[in-house]
């Protein structure tokens, strides 16, 4: 679980775009993607419970987060 700041470690080259949705599918917060490997993402003004976070790249990718 997550409180207010997710890091991702190893994000695939050429990873452009980072999504947050909600259970049911929304995105509900976007951000690019600066470099290649670690990126942090904002979780703080997201409500408590469960969301994927999706990288866009060649091989997108998908995580699941909960935040408490």
Do not use: N, W
């Amino acid at each position: 679980p997550v409180e207010d700041v997710l890091t991702i470690d190893g994000l695939p080259p050429g990873s452009r775009m980072l999504r947050v949705c909600d259970a049911q599918g929304r995105t509900v917060h976007t951000q690019r993607v600066l470099r290649d490997g670690t990126q942090t993402v904002d979780m703080s003004l997201l409500a408590p419970g469960a969301y994927v976070v999706r990288v866009d790249s060649g091989e997108p990718a998908s995580i699941r987060v909960v935040r408490k």
